[in-house]
């Protein structure tokens, strides 16, 4: 047979091309995930905060002392066990595990974590926190004993952050050896990232997935196309409005938890918000149920007190509803202010992301109805954040997901004695809740902890530090064909990465 | 001719360091702090002191003048700098997302002519005929859509209802060719329907033009073939406006590819452009600005000095 090959022949091979159903591009390799994140991670370090892409891949690839269940409980890591030593110590027993580089994990490679983090050129998210720390000692491998500066009740919660895992202090400079169950392999800067099992993980049998191809889809719509065409097997950040859709489909399924939420912060060096009477008249404006529809499709639910979750063991159901809808009583707070005849000022936020400019605008129009004139301002994310660190805002939109399901979660949010930040009030120092957060923090009797956030959240909703909007639903879409992944619960909804080491994919 | 060419390089280098030293002062001059930014992602207050020495680590805390003359300095040397976000070098980001938007811009540019040239002389020679109405309102159609409608719908349709195609994303050349070229095929095919129906239009009216030109009429009366009238006069004499018009376009797409780019997951330059201005990533937004900015520059310098070639007046002038 001979093969003619004439130029008819090349222009119609060449048309077709698009036409060719592209067997290779279905998310079918045994054993191998593949995960559609909403943002190419900038920088994977250890200890510094770049974001929750990142966050989730060192997830993958390290572990602290303490960990999540997917419960939400802590539960131990590199740690099996940890115990209160008097006022100020805190004593965790190590457990038999092994570093990516072979080397056992060993109480030295914990001391020297901790100092990396608190070191005066660090640019740690806990550097603040472990520097409260005094010393920490290493009675033998399986042991260390941290001495406190002040008694701290959160130190076992700070230690199960993705900003704290502990690395081999025999890491080469620039690199950054972990003990997590998968191994970074390869990286496309901005397009994928490969991980492979690391198979001297120390949990027996774990991870069950060979390998994990993390691809960067940041436009939402096409990382949902890409899950229903069957490109990928995992999605984070489901857009709200293709919730139903991955729901309905029957291939597919929807894990969602109302994790995230929606507020807003004052500029309260300045009248009119410096004045708590117009914070809790600008709470009582606000129709919740509508932003939850006009912002999220639905997915989500009103927000009328501080962020602590209905499932948390410190909600307080009496002061669930403190910033309930009643426009009368909007009205009346502002003529007791002083302001009988309205104010005008403006509202900060960002059009880069259609949450924060939907729920902007929606609250305009509530604000308007009680008298309240609100200019929109709706620059880039850069521009906002440097604008609110500033404090050139007179009121903001802000989302965020606490730090942990534990009340002392929210404090960097509420507490204005820190210093000024976008994500919380500018100039609002509130010396009873700045009090109360450090008592909840050295307090250790749980009940006890719960009567102190309970007085916390009684000023916090005459103060509003905040103004609670919406929990915002979190959502990831998966294969069918994809188990062992949970999304996992409130505030944690970001920790999920930690699900991978139990996930599988047939 | 020489000293033309040195004096033109010379105006050439001057204009670039114009559009450098404004993009260096305009970046600077938006509000938004990169140390700030990358440490505040997610919606988290960073320490204070860790945003301080993030800023003292990258030299943002340095006078601007001095952050300018260092990079200035760095750039004679050819160096791009690094991206203040993970240290990654710049040039080297850049050499591997250049040729890939120059790769679909050129498969764009390509597909629109193969479509655009046949079709315009087609309806030049049927003018005024149902067919030339049909194409006309499809040029129309086609110009007036946005390219993320079409992307979008390409995607919906031959992705998530037909699963003929991946919704999109990049296999390089060297790993599978054939999934890169199908890849390749749905951005540059978006980009291409606008583009064809330029030079679609283009095509028509410079075909209807020649047609009436006194050379083709008495090509007609000497009897030549229709086929030998439409290759060697209507399509040759069309050919010129549509190498113009099409240069034109893709000068333009050089860093206008943003949403295509970005519907397709294509990892491009004008992706990694919207994403370093996002992220206030000086040296990343400088040095494509820089390259994008030099290639215009050298596309201008090249067609001067061929001006100069064909016309000498332009070489005294």
Known sequence: ?506 | MLGFAGRRLAASLVLVWVVVSLVFMVIHLIPGDPAELLLSQGGVAPDAASVAELREQLGLDRPLGAQYLTYLSGLAHGDFGASLQDQHPVAEEIALRLPRTLELVGMAALLAVVIGLPLGVLAALRSGHVIDRILSDLAGLALSVPVFVVGTLLVLVLAQKLHWVSAGGYVALAVNPLRHLGLLMMPAGTIAVGLAAVVFRVTRGAALEVLERDHVRAAQARGASPAVIIRCHVVRNAATSVITVVGLHLGALLGGTVLVEFVFNWPGLSGYLVRSVEARDYPEVMGIVLVISVLFVLLNLIVELLYGVIDPRVRRG
Request: charge should be neutral; glycine fraction near 8%.
């Open chain 1, 1 to 506: 047979m001979v093969l003619s090959v004439n130029r008819r022949g090349i222009i119609a091979g060449a048309a077709a091309l698009p036409f060719l159903r592209m067997q290779g591009a279905r998310a079918a390799t045994p054993g191998v995930l593949t995960f559609g994140l909403s943002a190419p991670p900038s920088a994977i370090n250890p200890w510094a905060n770049t974001g929750t892409a990142a966050a989730t891949i060192k997830l993958m690839i390290y572990r602290g002392l303490v960990s999540f269940d997917p419960a939400g409980n802590l539960r131990g890591e590199l740690a099996e066990s940890w115990t209160r030593e008097g006022e100020h110590g805190w004593v965790f027993k190590l457990r038999d595990a092994t570093f990516q580089n072979g080397e056992k994990v060993i109480s030295a490679d914990v001391k020297w974590t901790i100092e990396q983090i608190a070191a005066e050129k660090s640019t740690a998210y806990f550097r603040a926190e472990m520097q409260q720390i005094e010393r920490v000692e290493t009675p033998d491998d399986l042991t260390v004993r941290f001495i406190t500066k002040t008694p701290l009740a959160t130190l076992p919660i700070w230690m199960a952050s993705y900003h704290l895992p502990i690395i081999s202090r025999n890491s080469p400079k620039g690199s950054f050896v972990g003990a997590g169950p998968f191994v970074l392999k390869a990286q496309e800067r901005g397009v994928s990232i490969d991980l492979e099992a690391f198979p001297g993980y120390y949990k027996k049998g774990l991870p069950k997935l060979k390998a994990i191809r993390v691809l960067a889809y940041p436009d939402e719509n096409l990382r949902v196309a890409a899950l229903q065409s069957g490109d990928i097997d995992l999605i984070e950040y489901v857009p709200w409005q293709a919730m139903d859709a991955v729901s309905a489909n029957p291939a597919l399924k929807l894990d969602a938890v109302e994790g995230a939420f929606m507020f807003l912060v004052f500029n309260a060096s300045k009248p009119p918000f410096n004045d708590a009477r117009v914070r809790k008249a600008v709470a009582h404006a606000i129709k919740r149920d509508e932003l939850v529809k006009a912002a999220f499709f639905g997915r989500g639910q009103p927000l009328e007190h501080l962020p602590i979750a209905a499932s948390s063991a410190f909600f307080n159901p009496e002061l669930a509803h403190g910033w309930a809808y009643d426009p009368a009583l909007s009205k009346k707070l502002l003529a007791e202010a002083g302001f009988a005849n309205g104010i005008s000022c403006s509202l900060l936020s960002t059009a880069q992301y259609g949450m924060h400019k939907d729920t902007a605008e929606v609250v305009q129009q509530h604000l308007a109805a009680v008298g309240i004139k609100v200019e929109l301002n709706l620059p880039d994310w850069a521009t906002r954040v440097a604008i609110g660190n500033r404090g050139q805002y007179d009121m903001a939109v802000m989302g965020t997901a606490a730090d942990s399901n534990d009340p002392d979660g929210i404090a960097t949010i509420i507490d204005g004695s820190l210093s000024p930040s976008y994500v919380r009030s500018f100039g609002l120092k509130t010396e009873k809740i700045t009090a109360l957060l450090a008592a909840g923090r050295a307090e250790l009797d749980e009940a006890k902890r719960k009567t102190i956030y309970r007085d916390l959240e009684k000023v916090a909703i005459e103060e509003a530090p905040l103004v609670g909007l919406t929990w915002r639903s979190q959502g990831y879409g998966m294969r069918k064909a994809v188990t062992g992944f949970q999304n996992m619960p409130g505030a944690l909804t970001f920790y999920s990465g930690l699900t991978f080491e139990t996930a599988s994919v047939d």
